[in-house]
């Protein structure tokens, strides 16, 4: 990969466009008498805009690179190698001085300690492939091969450094319906999480009910559609900060099933006119648009701005909104889009009826609190933790916080309203949320979010998720 030229006006408003302007404008400002501080920036603003440019350039080598087949067909091959090639375990912990030097230990103990852990591999590899319960389009989608993907999931959880994997590298779920830290957290004195999979001992060892496992309900699983006269009051809660995302809300949910009323949100007056024309042909409930101000995002327009009549006049309550994730696009421009597809998808409906699905579990299943997509991630805290355990608190929740949980990323899901009751109870308002622009994390807004499952759990309830075969993100 050569490196690139130095950036050139391109005319075509890209960092090279932006790189001559700003060096254009350090010019002027010079020959007008600037200052040394001036021609200082000038000469930082030509740095940055060649380094933007390169930054441009290695971003479009890598997504065709990726793209190629080259690099999908020996993916595999490129895990299993860094698999094989990885640091044994006693090898991340600190040497102290003794009889044996650590050269010695290489030289005595370093090949059975590889031979030991690369014989599990082997083991757990054919337990995952022998087994249908590893799901390779739900655990690592861009994978050619059920085997390749495996093999990733096997390289993924056994090279982390500590003890369980950290907050700092996300890991995929390797199927629906289990949470592998959870398992490996629950069983630390059992096996040796460090080296052997949780899948994979999970299935050696009959599938244990345990908190790592929970109920799965996808388009097939409802066993009935659920008819007029008996599911609950509902209605479906959707904030739109991009009001031209809500016209294909309604158009997946518009002649379908049960009465749902319709409750929408925004933040100006002008987007509630757009809302207002996209729900205007909806048929199956009430609809009802209110104004909100911009702070709690959805969270705030959700228990805020409908919480009292939410508490007073449904039992069953969903919640989706207009998400678009512009800050996590990193390498790639369709990050939010996709993730609200995916959202959707389990949520309300487009490849199969989602939403009539869902209502008809929660219709049949008094103890079912809280159902929400099941994440092809596995987030944990964060930095949201001690804002998590101060709402806690304040709910009367006294049991500790799990490490280690699953949670409606994103903060889309459908609910039974007394699950919830302790959040409503919160009584949270409008200056309790943070300012715009609001960070992305370690706010109430993101301990609420993870809190979600819990609620419903510490009120007597259960979750589950929701899993639409072929789609993930």
């Not at 930054?55 to 299993?80: A, I, K, N, V």
């Not at 290489?106 to 590893?134: C, K, M, V, W, Y």
């Not at 421009?333 to 699905?357: A, K, T």
Request: hydrophobic share 40%; aromatic share 10%; net charge negative.
């Amino acid at each position: 990969m050569n490196r690139p030229e130095h950036p050139t006006v391109s005319g075509d408003g890209s960092v090279a466009d932006l790189g001559a302007h700003r060096a254009e404008h350090a010019a002027t400002s010079s020959a007008a008498g600037a200052s040394e501080r001036d021609v200082e920036l000038a000469a930082l603003y030509a740095r940055v805009s060649e380094l933007e440019y390169e930054s441009e350039f290695y971003r479009q080598q890598h997504r065709t690179l990726c793209r190629s087949l080259s690099w999908r067909l020996t993916r595999p091959l490129r895990l299993l190698n860094s698999l094989l090639r990885r640091k044994p375990v006693s090898d991340r912990f600190s040497w102290a001085s003794g009889e044996t030097s650590r050269r010695e230990y290489f030289q005595f103990g370093r090949s059975d300690e590889d031979l030991r852990i690369l014989r599990q591999h082997a083991e757990d590899l054919a337990t995952l492939r022998d087994d249908p319960l590893f799901d390779p389009s739900l655990s690592l989608p861009l994978e050619w091969t059920r085997t390749g993907a495996i093999v990733a999931f096997l390289e993924q959880w056994s090279t982390h450094e500590s003890k369980l994997p950290s907050a700092g590298l996300v890991l995929r779920r390797p199927c629906p319906g289990f949470h592998p830290q959870i398992y490996a957290h629950a069983h630390a004195g059992t096996y040796d999480t460090t080296v052997v999979n949780p899948l994979a001992h999970f299935i050696r060892s009959g599938r244990p009910d345990g908190p790592w496992r929970h109920d799965v309900i996808t388009p097939v699983s409802a066993p009935r559609a659920p008819e007029q006269d008996n599911v609950p009051p509902a209605a479906l809660h959707a904030h739109f900060h991009y009001p031209e995302l809500a016209h294909d809300v309604v158009r997946r949910i518009a002649t379908r099933g049960a009465r749902c009323d319709l409750l929408l949100s925004t933040d100006e007056v002008g987007k509630v006119e757009v809302l207002r024309a996209a729900a205007s042909d909806y048929g199956r409930g009430e609809v009802k648009i209110r104004m909100v101000p911009n702070r709690g995002r959805d969270i705030g327009a959700f228990l805020t701005g409908f919480g009292d009549e939410i508490v007073d006049r449904y039992e069953i309550i969903g919640h989706v909104h207009g998400k678009r994730s512009l800050h996590g696009g990193g390498l790639d421009p369709f990050f939010g889009e996709r993730w609200r597809e995916f959202l959707w998808q389990n949520l309300i409906g487009g490849l199969d009826r989602s939403m009539d699905v869902v209502l008809a579990r929660l219709a049949d299943d008094a103890k079912l609190g809280l159902v929400f997509p099941e994440d092809p991630y596995l987030h944990g805290w964060d930095v949201n933790r001690p804002a998590a355990e101060e709402l806690a608190a304040r709910m009367g929740m006294a049991e500790p916080l799990p490490p280690y949980f699953d949670f409606p990323t994103g903060t889309m899901f459908w609910a039974r309203t007394a699950a919830l009751k302790p959040l409503f109870a919160l009584g949270l308002r409008w200056e309790d949320y943070p300012r715009e622009p609001a960070p992305n994390d370690g706010t109430v807004l993101n301990a609420i979010e993870r809190l979600l499952p819990l609620v419903a759990l510490h009120g007597g309830y259960r979750f589950a998720t929701t899993h639409v075969p072929g789609v993930t993100r």
